[in-house]
């Protein structure tokens, strides 16, 4: 037995290499079909000018000088061709999409002190009269399984006991949010606030008059001809939408900044109830938010970190479920919150589904694309029993940025887009540090992703987002450098001790 030992193991170890390589070649070999695919017409433009070059030196002085012969004999048909060849291309030029450019973004973390550990919470909870023992069990249960760790923040007014949902101090706590991560934008970026031409915020659940992007105006005293929008109730999937509006209108205006705020508001929306599908926004929801830099000058390209590639917008709301399934609303006794429907997964399934047969065929290499294809019409016309073909995604992105709506979300995903827990780690790691900070959070995750130097100069991040109404955004971006994390990330000083292994 001794001696088979040594023998065991080696095979054991021979039998570890080949799988090893094995999986190594499988990858280069997948890679090098993406490359191909994506980059088909380059390579087929480079040969047809290699073609053309190699029988262009093979030409003589004499055919050189026959060519310019026939050219003068038809000198007006060679000026029409030029100025047809001028104006095409200027139109070209002048009609073409400008490029968009993430310069850079924050992410706001509150300070030490707004930390909330699981069992303060339920500590709190009790001394609220609100709550009976069965919603203070439910809670219990919630965070226990929730993902979430024991440094999430609550605002200021949630530490009180009893709580102050006052307007004042859901003001005070979106003023902290925004001024945080603006400071830390216009600190990093080096951009004076009377740059910026376009600002975006999105809040769903707090829209005070002057507005939230009125505050941002008068703190910074920005320009009085900035175009600002405020985006309100469009859920956890606004930070998309607020991207793909600021992008629009950058397509309208030349050589300018746009910024994009993205927050959510805790203060005036927790739950003092009793109605189970309303106390889970209480145990999931947490303090964050973030601001982005756009920019369409072409000179920025080479301090940005991302090129925005594609935006992509999937509405459910025509539908009564899937309109009703985040809804607000008051329970039997008039308290107010936000109610999560049983079929919020399942809605959600199906607007992913939708997203990525929209964003599928912008993004997929062609044979991912043709077997999503031949697979669908085969369940229409043959045999809708047919398993549907899920493309590998992972052939388009190397970075996913799922939005930490809660575990089942980033579960459900996983399991649908048959992801390895690598690709997931940013959304689980960002769940159990931050919480669900809602549309901000797919920031906190690429901050992650940065953090761990994982972004290199080319790939691409893909950010999905789901939110109320029912709506599934995807925003994918290209990495036009090795990127570093910025020097006021917010995984900054604790990016040492993640991942950690999640217990439910």
Same mark, same amino acid.
């Given at each position: 037995?001794?001696?088979?030992?040594?023998?065991?193991?080696?095979?054991?170890?021979?039998?570890?290499?080949?799988?090893?390589?094995?999986?190594?070649?499988?990858?280069?070999?997948?890679?090098?079909?993406?490359?191909? !695919?994506?980059?088909?017409?380059?390579?087929?433009?480079?040969?047809?000018?290699?073609?053309?070059?190699? /029988?262009?030196?093979?030409?003589?002085?004499?055919?050189?000088?026959?060519?310019?012969?026939?050219? /003068?004999?038809?000198?007006? $048909?060679?000026?029409?061709?030029?100025?047809?060849?001028?104006?095409?291309?200027?139109?070209?030029?002048?009609? +073409?999409?400008?490029?968009?450019?993430?310069?850079?973004?924050?992410?706001? +973390?509150?300070?030490?002190? %707004?930390?909330?550990?699981?069992?303060? =919470?339920?500590?709190?909870?009790?001394?609220?009269?609100?709550?009976?023992?069965?919603?203070?069990?439910?809670? +219990?249960?919630?965070?226990?399984?929730?993902?979430?760790?024991?440094?999430?923040? %609550?605002?200021?007014? !949630?530490?009180?006991?009893?709580?102050?949902?006052?307007?004042?101090?859901?003001?005070?706590?979106?003023? /902290?949010?925004?001024?945080?991560?603006?400071?830390?934008?216009?600190?990093?970026?080096?951009?004076?606030?009377?740059?910026?031409?376009?600002?975006?915020?999105?809040?769903?659940?707090?829209?005070?008059?002057?507005?939230?992007?009125?505050?941002?105006?008068?703190?910074?005293?920005?320009?009085?001809?900035?175009?600002? =929008?405020?985006?309100?109730?469009?859920?956890?999937?606004?930070?998309?939408?607020?991207?793909?509006?600021? &992008?629009?209108?950058?397509?309208?205006?030349?050589?300018?900044?746009? #910024?994009?705020?993205?927050?959510?508001?805790?203060?005036?929306?927790?739950?003092?109830?009793?109605?189970?599908?309303?106390?889970?926004?209480?145990?999931?929801?947490? #303090?964050?938010?973030?601001?982005?830099?756009?920019?369409?000058?072409?000179?920025?390209?080479? +301090?940005?970190?991302?090129?925005?590639?594609?935006?992509?917008?999937?509405?459910?709301?025509?539908?009564?479920?899937?309109?009703?399934?985040?809804?607000?609303?008051?329970?039997?006794?008039?308290?107010?919150?936000?109610?999560?429907? &049983?079929?919020?997964?399942?809605?959600?399934?199906?607007?992913?589904?939708?997203?990525? $047969?929209?964003?599928?065929?912008?993004?997929?290499?062609?044979?991912?694309?043709?077997? =999503?294809?031949? $697979?669908?019409? %085969?369940?229409?016309?043959?045999?809708?029993?047919?398993?549907?073909?899920?493309?590998?995604?992972?052939?388009?992105?190397?970075?996913?940025?799922?939005?930490?709506?809660?575990?089942?979300?980033?579960?459900?995903?996983? &399991?649908?887009?048959?992801?390895?827990?690598?690709?997931?780690?940013?959304?689980?790691?960002?769940?159990?540090?931050?919480?669900? $900070?809602?549309?901000?959070?797919?920031?906190?995750?690429?901050?992650?992703?940065?953090?761990?130097?994982?972004?290199?100069?080319?790939?691409?991040?893909?950010?999905?987002?789901?939110?109320?109404?029912?709506?599934?955004?995807?925003?994918?971006?290209?990495?036009?450098?090795?990127?570093?994390?910025?020097?006021?990330?917010?995984?900054?000083?604790?990016?040492?001790?993640?991942?950690?292994?999640?217990?439910?």
């Amino acid at each position: 037995m001794v001696s088979k030992e040594p023998n065991s193991t080696t095979a054991s170890c021979g039998s570890t290499t080949s799988i090893v390589l094995r999986d190594h070649l499988q990858r280069s070999i997948k890679l090098g079909y993406h490359y191909l !695919m994506t980059h088909f017409l380059f390579l087929c433009l480079v040969t047809l000018i290699a073609i053309t070059l190699t /029988q262009a030196s093979e030409l003589k002085y004499e055919d050189f000088e026959n060519l310019y012969l026939k050219l /003068q004999c038809n000198l007006a $048909t060679v000026v029409a061709f030029s100025c047809l060849v001028v104006v095409g291309f200027t139109v070209y030029y002048m009609s +073409r999409p400008r490029p968009v450019y993430l310069v850079d973004y924050a992410c706001y +973390r509150p300070p030490d002190r %707004l930390q909330v550990k699981n069992q303060k =919470f339920m500590d709190h909870s009790r001394l609220i009269p609100d709550f009976n023992e069965s919603s203070l069990e439910f809670q +219990r249960k919630i965070l226990e399984r929730s993902g979430l760790g024991e440094q999430t923040y %609550l605002p200021e007014a !949630m530490h009180q006991i009893p709580p102050i949902p006052s307007i004042t101090a859901a003001r005070e706590e979106a003023e /902290q949010v925004m001024f945080g991560a603006l400071d830390n934008l216009f600190s990093a970026t080096g951009i004076k606030p009377k740059d910026i031409g376009i600002l975006v915020v999105n809040c769903s659940l707090f829209n005070p008059t002057p507005s939230l992007s009125a505050m941002i105006v008068n703190k910074y005293k920005l320009r009085g001809n900035i175009k600002t =929008f405020n985006l309100g109730g469009m859920g956890c999937s606004a930070g998309v939408i607020a991207i793909d509006l600021a &992008k629009d209108m950058l397509q309208l205006h030349r050589n300018t900044y746009a #910024v994009v705020v993205s927050t959510e508001n805790i203060t005036q929306n927790w739950y003092f109830g009793n109605k189970k599908s309303m106390l889970i926004p209480n145990c999931l929801f947490r #303090v964050g938010g973030s601001a982005v830099l756009l920019s369409n000058w072409r000179s920025d390209m080479y +301090r940005s970190k991302y090129r925005n590639i594609h935006v992509v917008r999937t509405h459910k709301g025509s539908s009564d479920v899937a309109f009703k399934c985040v809804y607000q609303e008051q329970d039997e006794r008039g308290k107010p919150g936000v109610s999560l429907s &049983k079929d919020l997964m399942k809605i959600a399934g199906n607007a992913l589904k939708t997203n990525i $047969t929209t964003l599928g065929p912008l993004v997929l290499p062609i044979r991912e694309q043709l077997l =999503f294809f031949i $697979t669908l019409i %085969l369940r229409k016309i043959i045999n809708p029993n047919i398993k549907p073909y899920i493309p590998d995604f992972k052939l388009a992105f190397d970075h996913f940025c799922i939005h930490a709506g809660g575990r089942a979300v980033i579960d459900e995903l996983e &399991k649908n887009l048959s992801l390895e827990p690598i690709h997931v780690e940013a959304s689980r790691m960002t769940l159990h540090r931050f919480g669900n $900070t809602s549309s901000s959070s797919i920031w906190y995750e690429l901050a992650y992703s940065e953090a761990k130097k994982r972004v290199r100069k080319g790939d691409r991040v893909w950010q999905i987002a789901f939110g109320s109404g029912f709506k599934c955004n995807s925003a994918v971006w290209q990495a036009l450098r090795n990127v570093k994390p910025s020097c006021n990330s917010p995984w900054l000083d604790c990016i040492d001790s993640y991942p950690v292994e999640m217990v439910y």
